[in-house]
């Protein structure tokens, strides 16, 4: 037996003709790479700055360091100069990427400042989140258990944030921010959507909001709905375009209801059943549901419908 095939049967020669391969699948597919990280944003640090933004919004509530109302000011200085130092660099990494040429470090100092100059303003409308939150589910103890562990509270915290970066011209990072939210809550809300005051998710998971939607105020939003396009086979020809619906104020919107379409208006104060698939537009105060669904039990007697002997036990448990 040769030495070299002993070699390429050890761990080593095994690593080393696999980082041959992949080296060689690089220049193949040279369009997902990026070899010069120092150049293209990073990832890490986006994630970092959210969680210092979370602690300049509900100071207190997270973070290693005990808050003193008297130390305050230099606290929040202190996270805002990092926030600033790190952020301003993101941006400017993200502008070069998106095209600009040049000044891009004074307009991404300036960018910077304006966001940060929006967070007494994210924070009045987060209040009012937290407020929307406690007022529409009778299992909340209060503000504390909604902001430290509602995933809705966090996915709209993330979109706000990142929605005014989104105003603000910033490439790729409001993306960035908004679907590391999505990873962790399974709420996808898109920075682009217009969102308005007295925003409540009950549960949140498998929630997707797209680009253009627009919502109103105090609108109540359950797991798994859907405000999506009609359809993308136009790809990035129809990019722009008003694509997804229109809730205004005062609907309720139940688990699993998809609702399609630019054109598509919820009117005010409509209530949207569970698992109802809308493409038009529905008149304010109207209720949506579905009708004649028929629900079986196998097993269950003839005479009253319920469940026999076997099944007892559980169903009395369930109930």
């Not at 049967?9 to 003709?17: E, H, L, S, V, Y």
């Not at 207190?60 to 109302?69: A, C, L, N, P, T």
């Not at 202190?78 to 790190?86: G, I, K, Q």
């Amino acid at each position: 037996m040769s030495k070299v095939y002993q070699m390429e049967n050890t761990f080593a020669g095994k690593i080393k003709q696999i980082v041959k391969t992949l080296v060689q699948s690089y220049g193949e597919h040279a369009d997902i790479i990026k070899t010069d990280s120092d150049s293209f944003l990073n990832h890490s640090h986006i994630i970092e700055n959210l969680e210092k933004l979370r602690i300049l919004v509900f100071p207190g509530y997270f973070g290693k360091k005990h808050v003193s109302r008297e130390m305050m000011e230099y606290y929040a200085g202190d996270l805002l100069e990092e926030v600033h130092y790190s952020l301003s660099a993101q941006i400017v990494r993200a502008m070069e990427y998106g095209g600009a040429a040049r000044d891009t470090a004074a307009l991404a100092e300036e960018k910077t400042f304006q966001f940060l100059a929006a967070l007494p303003e994210v924070r009045a409308r987060l209040a009012e989140d937290v407020q929307a939150a406690f007022d529409g589910d009778p299992a909340a103890s209060g503000q504390d258990e909604i902001i430290t562990s509602y995933p809705g509270i966090y996915a709209i915290l993330v979109y706000r944030l990142a929605h005014v970066l989104h105003g603000l011209a910033v490439p790729l990072i409001p993306r960035i921010m908004t679907e590391h939210a999505h990873s962790v809550t399974g709420i996808d809300i898109h920075p682009g959507a217009a969102v308005g005051r007295y925003f409540f998710i009950d549960h949140g998971t498998g929630i997707v909001i797209g680009e253009t939607t627009v919502i109103g105020n105090h609108v109540k939003i359950y797991q798994g709905v859907t405000l999506g396009g009609l359809s993308t086979r136009g790809g990035q020809a129809i990019r722009g375009t008003k694509r997804h619906p229109t809730i205004e104020n005062n609907v309720t919107i139940y688990s699993g209801a998809s609702i399609f379409g630019g054109a598509t208006i919820i009117g005010e104060g409509a209530v949207i059943g569970s698992s109802a698939f809308i493409t038009k537009s529905v008149p304010a105060n109207c209720k949506v549901s579905i009708k004649n669904q028929e629900q079986q039990y196998k097993g269950a007697s003839e005479t009253t419908g319920a469940p026999e002997a076997p099944l007892g036990e559980f169903w009395d448990w369930v109930i």
